[in-house]
Every structure is written in C-alpha cells, then in structure tokens.
Nanobody, 125 residues
Framework: QVQLVESGGGSVQAGGSLNLSCTAS????????MGWYRQAPGNECELVSL????????YADAVVKGRFTISQDKAKNTVNLQMTNLEPEDTAVYHC??????????????????WGQGTQVTVSS
C-alpha cells in the first residue's frame, strides 16, 4: 500500500522558514519524480518543486523565486522542502506527491499519481 506522510507545516511570520518532510512507503524513488504541490483556498493547485531519483530538480520559478530547496534521502525514502523567506502568499496546504511519469501537472498527480493528505503552511504578515 502506497503512503505519503507529510510533516513540518505550521504558522510563521513573513520572512520566516519552515522545513517540510515527506516519508514515502509502498514504492521506490527510482520509479518516478517526487515533490511538492500546494493549494490555497480559492486558488488552483500549483506545482512547487520536484526531484528525480538521480537528484535533478525542478522548481516552479514563479512560485519559488529562489527561496525553496528540495532534497531527498533515498535510504529513508524521504523528500524535504526547505522554505525560506516565506511570504503570506505562500499560505496553502502543501501536498507531497509522486506524479505518474512523465506527467507533472496537479490533476495528473492527484488522480493518477501518489498524493499525500497535506500539511498546512500559514504565513502571517
């Protein structure tokens, strides 16, 4: 059974940092990219960042703006997202996911990939 369990969300003030972590079970990182999506109330789901098994990374520049870093620990089957200089616009539920290759979009990840329950990130001004 595939499971993605996120942790590390919380409430911070603007300019603060958070580190999100996702522990995966039931599949291996070798099969597909893993990463993070987010969705705020009233907004569409957004891809934030992905990492592949060889360590290559993708960042949604318009979202990340050089502030986030994704990493993985294959031995622990975890993917992390270090977020710095957070802005109120970053407030959302952040979901760990493994989209079905080669797709990366939110819909594909939610419907046909592996999708975690999410962790809330709230940034106050």
């Amino acid at each position: 059974q595939v499971q993605l369990v996120e942790s590390g969300g919380g409430s911070v003030q603007a300019g603060g940092s958070l580190n999100l972590s996702c522990t995966a079970s039931g599949f291996t990182f070798e099969d597909r990219e893993m990463g993070w999506y987010r969705q705020a109330p009233g907004n569409e789901c957004e891809l934030v960042s992905l990492i592949s098994s060889d360590g290559s990374t993708y960042y949604a520049d318009a979202v990340v703006k050089g502030r986030f870093t994704i990493s993985q620990d294959k031995a622990k089957n975890t993917v992390n997202l270090q977020m710095t200089n957070l802005e109120p616009e970053d407030t959302a539920v952040y979901h760990c996911a493994a989209p079905p290759p080669p797709a990366r979009g939110c819909i594909a990840a939610k419907q046909f990939g592996y999708w975690g329950q999410g962790t809330q990130v709230t940034v106050s001004s």
